[in-house]
Each structure stands twice: as C-alpha cells, then as structure tokens.
C-alpha cells in the first residue's frame, strides 16, 4: 500500500514548514503543499515558497490563486459595510481564512486526498475558520494540526527544523507576518501582553515619504473605480492605494478584541488601502445615503463582520445581509479627497450628483428654502406631544 495521501495548508511560514517536514519525514505522509493566495503574494514570493516546500519533503506543491474571488465574495462587502472589527480592524487575515480553506477543501476533493493538514495553533482564531469549512464541505475528513496537538512553541518549532538541517533567517521570523489583498497581520512578542507596543521595524512597509499627499479616489456604486483619475479594476485600486500610502507607513495599529473561543487577542497590522477606503466611502455615504439607511445598514454590517470573523461565512443569512448591502450601494458614487501624511490620513470631502446635502433644500445654520420658520414651530409641538402627555400624566416634570 502507498503512502497516505494529505493536503496541507502552506504558506512557507514557520508554523506551515514545521508541518511540512514533520508530516513527511516523522510520520510518513504523503505531503501535497497548497498554497491558497489571496493577493498577498507576487510572483518571485511563489516561486521561492514552491522551492521551499519540496525542499521539506513534500510529494507535490500546488499554487491557487483567488485574489479576484476573494473581492468579489468578500472585501466588496466589507467595504460596502464600512466593516471595521470593534472600530479598528479592517479583518485582514480573518476574512480571507474562510476562503482560503474552501479552496483547499475543493483541491482536497480533487486530489481524492483523506486528510487535511494545517499549522494553527491551539490558541487562535485559525484552528476554528479551518476546522469549521472543513467539516462543513467535507464530513468525515480527518484534520491533523501538529502544532495545535503538540501544543508546540515557535522556539520548539526552529530548533526542529535547524536539528534537520533546515536553513532559514530565523531572526525574521520573529513576528508572524500574513499578508493578504486587505491588510497584512502581525504578530509576536509584544502582541502577547497588554502594555507593550511593536516596534517601528516590525512592520512591513517603512515610511520613506515626508509632507502631504493629495489622492483622489472616484466610488461607483460603492466600489473603487478610479484611483487619482485613472480608471481600474477594485482588485487594482486596492494595491494601488497600498502601494501610494504604505510610503507614508500608514495604516498601522493593533487590534484587541474577544477571539472566537473566548479569550482575549492582540494582533498588530498594516492595511493602508482598506482603512482608507473604508474611511472615505463611509464619508460618501454620509453624504449620499439616508439616515435611515446608515442605521439599518451598520446594524447588519456589524453582523457581518463578526459571523465573517467567527469562521461563519458560510451560513445562509451572509447571502441575505449581501443583498441588502449591495441594494444600498445603488447611489454611492462619487469622488473622495484624501489627504495623506506620514502615519496619517484625513478624508477631506467628497463631491457627488447624488449628494443629499443640497443647498435647494436649506444650508445647516444658515438658510432654509424648504420650510418656514412657522413649520418647525408646528413641527416641534407634535414632535413634544408624546413626552409632554407622559411626563404630564406621570408628574416627571
């Protein structure tokens, strides 16, 4: 009989070449590496994660790329939402978990493999987003996690691989960096504790601009459509706003939140692009939407950010809160100034044809064209009368 045959989930990183090595080597596994891209990675980077996971022993590595799927099933949404986890995160690395796993199971199925391998750890969000589409799509597949089952330390993890010869800058890996289309995670030492910060050189982009920056973003239908006036595909506008505002070494901060198996978390991260376009559509909404829709919109974009960060893509009601937030782009559209300087940015105004802010109607605090002044008197009575009857009845005041 031949060796059995499993899938793993690689991203050439040290939890991931771990696996790698003790699968094939110490267990006797048949290793087929993936890696699922999600715009994280250019071409050069690829091709020296496939070198990396022959050279640990693997039968066969396979490169998948979603980048366009991971728009169009997800960011889209996260930006239609305005999707910010607790007022901070842009769910850099969360988000894209979901379909990273998906891909894998498909690739899975394909390859007529039983068994999928991950490196998560036991403390973390992963193991559940991995777990939970695994058993979702494929009943029965059995999931191995090294790391997670032998509760192994990232110290532990380097002195294995030195012990086979492994050579790697390990000083580099001394914060686990995940980058993806909508931001890049970073974590390690200082994120471990609740009074200690990353340093500067933690991070991946360094700043390298100085003064002020004017860049221009045209929405249609809530969507990037043109970066500084020249039109380009979302997917574009994403890594061209990165790329103009990572100079500035903006879009740095640290997430703390409630993970999904009920501990506490810190992660660092980089996401330049999505908080900017988060920020400056949210700004046009302002303008565009009603007060109404902007209430009934950030209740269920909340609800999508936690079910998205939870693992919990997959439930029917993301279909559902989809269409109402894509129904809710129908007149978002204009153009944005952004102004970007080192470590910050200021959204600066907007202008649109369907701004709601209209000087035909009234200009706030100065004039009003639509109304008169003996309209609010009247306005203002009925508006008090249910208070004034209970506070009358009750004898509150």
């Given at each position: 009989m031949g060796k059995e045959k499993v899938v793993l989930a690689f991203s050439g990183g040290l939890d991931t070449s771990y696996c790698a090595k003790y699968l094939s080597e110490e267990k006797g596994y048949e290793v087929h590496s993936v890696i699922v891209n999600t715009g994280g990675f250019n071409a050069a980077e690829l091709s020296e994660i496939e070198r990396k996971a022959y050279m640990l022993g693997v039968r066969h590595h396979e490169t998948i790329d979603i980048t366009d799927?991971?728009?169009?099933?997800?960011?889209?949404?996260?930006?239609?939402?305005?999707?910010?986890?607790?007022?901070?995160?842009?769910?850099?690395?969360?988000?894209?978990?979901?379909?990273?796993?998906?891909?894998?199971?498909?690739?899975?199925?394909?390859?007529?493999?039983?068994?999928?391998?991950?490196?998560?750890?036991?403390?973390?969000?992963?193991?559940?987003?991995?777990?939970?589409?695994?058993?979702?799509?494929?009943?029965?597949?059995?999931?191995?996690?090294?790391?997670?089952?032998?509760k192994l330390s990232r110290d532990a993890e380097i002195a294995y691989l030195k012990s086979k010869g492994i050579e790697d800058n390990w000083m580099k890996k001394t914060y686990s960096i995940n980058k993806g289309l909508w931001g890049t995670s970073i974590g390690g030492r200082e994120t471990l504790s609740s009074d200690t910060w990353l340093p500067d050189e933690a991070y991946p982009s360094q700043l390298t601009k100085e003064g002020e920056e004017i860049l221009e973003l045209i929405f249609k239908c809530g969507e990037p459509d043109s970066v500084n006036f020249q039109k380009i595909a979302p997917v574009e506008a994403i890594r061209r706003i990165e790329e103009i505002a990572s100079a500035y070494a903006i879009g740095r901060d640290i997430h703390v939140g409630d993970t999904i198996i009920g501990i506490k978390g810190r992660v660092g991260f980089e996401a330049a692009a999505p908080l900017i376009l988060i920020k400056a559509h949210h700004l046009l909404e302002k303008h565009v939407l009603t007060k109404w829709q902007q209430y009934w919109k950030e209740q269920l974009s909340n609800w999508y950010g936690m079910l998205l960060h939870?693992?919990?893509?997959l439930e029917p009601v993301m279909r559902n809160i989809e269409k109402f937030l894509t129904d809710s782009q129908k007149y978002v559209s204009g153009r944005v100034k952004v102004a970007l300087r080192p470590y910050r940015f200021e959204v600066l105004g907007i202008s649109s044809d369907h701004d709601l802010m209209n000087a035909h109607f009234a200009r706030y605090g100065e004039e009003n064209t639509a109304f008169t002044g003996d309209d609010v008197i009247g306005f203002t009575k009925i508006l008090a009368n249910q208070m004034k009857i209970y506070g009358t009845v009750n004898n509150e005041w």
């Open positions: 799927e991971y728009y169009d099933k997800c960011i889209k949404y996260m930006i239609f939402g305005n999707i910010l986890k607790n007022n901070t995160y842009p769910l850099s690395v969360s988000s894209e978990r979901v379909f990273q796993a998906i891909a894998i199971v498909e690739y899975a199925k394909k390859t007529g493999a039983s068994s999928i391998a991950h490196g998560s750890t036991g403390a973390g969000n992963d193991q559940v987003r991995f777990d939970l589409v695994f058993q979702i799509m494929m009943p029965g597949v059995r999931v191995i996690t090294p790391i997670r089952e032998m939870e693992g919990q893509y």
